[in-house]
T-cell receptor, first 113, second 108 residues
Framework: QKEVEQDPGPLSVPEGAIVSLNCTYS??????FMWYRQYSRKGPELLMY????GNKEDGRFTAQVDKSSKYISLFIRDSQPSDSATYLC?????????????FGKGTKLTVNP | SAVISQKPSRDICQRGTSLTIQCQVD?????MFWYRQQPGQSLTLIAT?????????ESGFVIDKFPISRPNLTFSTLTVSNMSPEDSSIYLC?????FGSGTRLTVV
């Protein structure tokens, strides 16, 4: 079993839809949970960052963490064509004194106008 | 957040040659990370680079194949040595939570 599982999609939705992106993980030692957005031919950019169970909201984006179920989600409200990108979940743990990130494979999202 | 300039953005190289990728950060960062991104695969950490010490490599990656330099807190290079077509991939550096834009490498 991989440490982080993410459905690669692709996911195609109409503009204005609510999008739900999900990852599961197996390692209880993960401390921080992140979502990155990666546009085509660009590097990933950090969208959301959280460390505790519960919800964190930032504009149209909500990150949800459920540590008991080892499950994280990213919700996008009122999705826009500019949200079309690949979304990567990432989780961090400290190993040998340094922080290591473990990524999911990414979910490719297309928002159709 | 930091801004990272990564060069080159893409290259096509002959097998058996080497390519050096550079990353310049606009602010000092303690650690820089080098990743490989292959189609359909997760971002995979190659190594962690601290200034003034040898890089720490992840399982499956060795210094002879991927030598790294970290001369100061704003700059790092990754060399892909003795390349083969299997090395064709996107290589990314990271400082803090910021990634470079990536280097798309094709080995022919």
């Amino acid at each position: 079993q991989k440490e982080v599982e993410q459905d690669p999609g692709p996911l195609s939705v109409p503009e204005g839809a609510i999008v739900s992106l999900n990852c599961t993980y197996s390692n209880s030692a993960f401390q921080y949970f992140m979502w990155y957005r990666q546009y085509s031919r660009k590097g990933p950019e950090l969208l959301m960052y959280t460390y505790s169970s519960g919800n964190k909201e930032d504009g149209r984006f909500t990150a949800q963490v459920d540590k008991s179920s080892k499950y994280i989600s990213l919700f996008i409200r009122d999705s826009q064509p500019s949200d079309s990108a690949t979304y990567l979940c990432a989780m961090s743990l400290t190993q040998g004194g340094s922080e290591k990130l473990v990524f999911g494979k990414g979910t490719k999202l297309t928002v159709n106008p | 957040s930091a801004v990272i300039s990564q060069k080159p953005s893409r290259d096509i190289c002959q097998r058996g040659t080497s390519l050096t990728i550079q990353c310049q950060v606009d602010s000092q960062v303690t650690m820089m990370f080098w990743y490989r991104q292959q189609p359909g695969q997760s971002l995979t950490l190659i190594a962690t680079a601290n200034q003034g010490s040898e890089a720490t490599y992840e399982s499956g990656f060795v210094i002879d194949k991927f030598p790294i330099s970290r001369p100061n807190l704003t700059f790092s290079t990754l060399t892909v040595s003795n390349m083969s077509p299997e090395d064709s991939s996107i290589y990314l550096c990271k400082g803090g939570y910021t990634f470079g834009s990536g280097t798309r490498l094709t080995v022919v």
